[in-house]
């Protein structure tokens, strides 16, 4: 069964609102959790890694302020995308490591 | 940073025929995944193998760490074998996240 569980798994969005992508690590505590970003018909780049209790790590390029990232918990890490525009729409995954890496079911974000 | 390159990008294939997938990496890897992206998008695990080979119903995948390639063999290709397959690595100084190749992008055909 899964391990890692993302929800939604599709979110349809107005320019200008903010959506929140939840990502829980079922059986397993995390300290760790990976975002993944993937633009149709290309490949999965990382966005950010996400620490239980302290701050993100963003990637060359991506905007902190507008993907905000939390680590609530051990089983939980949220993604945040404010101020949503048309070129926000992705494909966005995350993984936890557990000996390697799991991930959950992606969010299909389209903003119109 | 680390280079992954899967060839080929796109095969197409009959039910029933084998195939090869590759995938080649620049640097020394602590970790290589093979994973198939359904239509859905959701990531399938299929192999953890940083070296050796493993087996798992049709599909099997040999890691030579040395010579810095994975090899992900698929036989009696079914329909429903159809989809993306990446490759992903891990490598020294990294915190766990994976770099993917670009993808095969494999279709096969009834």
């Known amino acids: 069964g899964a391990v890692v569980s993302q929800h939604p798994s599709r979110v349809i969005c107005k320019s200008g609102t903010s959506v929140k992508i939840e990502c829980r690590s079922l059986d397993f505590q995390a300290t760790t959790m990976f975002w993944y970003r993937q633009f149709p018909k290309q490949s999965l780049m990382l966005m950010a890694t996400?620490?239980?209790?302290?701050?993100?790590?963003?990637e060359q390029g991506v905007e902190k302020d507008k993907f905000l990232i939390n680590h609530a918990s051990l089983t939980l890490s949220t993604l945040t995308v404010t101020s949503a525009h048309p070129e926000d729409s992705s494909f966005y995954i995350c993984?936890?490591?557990?000996?390697?890496?799991?991930f959950g079911q992606g969010t299909r974000l389209t903003v119109v | 940073g680390i280079q992954v390159e899967q060839s080929p990008p796109d095969l197409i294939l009959q039910e029933g025929a084998n195939s090869t997938l590759r995938c080649n990496f620049s640097d020394s890897v602590n970790n290589l995944q093979w994973f198939h992206q359904n239509p859905w998008g959701q990531l399938i695990n299929l192999f953890y193998i940083p070296s050796g080979t493993k087996q798992n119903g049709r599909l099997s995948a040999t890691t030579v760490a040395t010579e810095r390639y994975s090899l992900l063999y698929i036989s009696s290709s079914q329909t429903t074998d159809s989809g993306v397959y990446f490759c992903a690595v891990n490598y020294g100084g990294s915190q766990g996240n994976l770099i993917f190749g670009k993808g095969t992008k494999l279709s096969v055909k009834p």
């Open positions: 996400s620490n239980e209790g302290s701050k993100a790590t963003y």
């Open positions: 993984s936890a490591p557990r000996s390697f890496a799991f």
